[in-house]
């Protein structure tokens, strides 16, 4: 299932904003009912199976930011993370 939701929404990341992280990239993934419908008649699972894959999938996507004080707020670039590194 994992799969399938990589190769039919490859542009779905999540972008960082001072509300918290927002699901962003194809419109398809807003319609999260059509989607749980599809994924239940291809793989035959239940409801609940396939809202927690979805909820699994969507924290997985790479986490984006604007870039601050850009004069374009269309360009996005990987959120840091916090790393203890000793090189």
Not at 2 to 20: A, I, S
Not at 21 to 50: P, Q, W
Request: with cysteine; net charge neutral.
């Amino acid at each position: 299932m994992y799969r399938y939701l990589d190769e039919m929404y490859p542009n779905v990341f999540l972008k960082k904003t001072k509300f918290g992280n927002v699901l962003v990239g194809n419109d398809a993934i807003y319609y999260h009912t059509s989607i749980r419908n599809t994924m239940m008649s291809l793989f035959s699972c239940d409801k609940d199976e396939v809202d927690r894959v979805m909820k699994a999938w969507k924290m997985n996507r790479p986490l984006l930011k604007n870039i601050e004080n850009s004069t374009n707020p269309d360009v996005l670039v990987m959120a840091e993370t916090d790393t203890n590194s000793t090189l």
